[in-house]
């Protein structure tokens, strides 16, 4: 790893914390998506492919993390909004 100057060290944190504050602020169907550009803010260069899961599986998983969000956030607010075409 390259050492940073104190201006570089700060302009990284600066990305860094922008990156996780736009992700911090999914919300509704955001949360579902594959998100490649908050991987980018690291510096290694890699565009990661995931493995992607048979559909029955992804639906499962789908459905563990909304009930995970129950558990963890059982006041947050609800919507009916349906998915955008």
């Known amino acids: 790893m ?4 104190r201006g570089e060290l700060l302009a990284e944190v600066l990305k860094l914390r922008r990156g996780i504050r736009a992700h911090r602020g999914s919300t509704e169907h955001e949360l579902c ?4 550009q908050l991987w980018g803010l ?3 260069a890699t565009d990661p ?4 899961p048979s559909w029955p599986e992804f639906l499962r998983g789908c ?6 969000l129950d558990e963890q956030l059982p006041d947050a ?3 009916e ?3 955008p075409d």
């Open 33 to 36: 998506w594959h998100h490649p």
């Open 49 to 52: 492919v995931p493995v992607v």
């Open 81 to 83: 909004k349906p998915y």
């Open 2 to 5: 390259q050492a940073l100057s």
């Open 42 to 44: 690291l510096p290694e």
């Open 77 to 79: 607010p609800r919507t």
């Open 63 to 68: 459905v563990r993390y909304r009930q995970s």
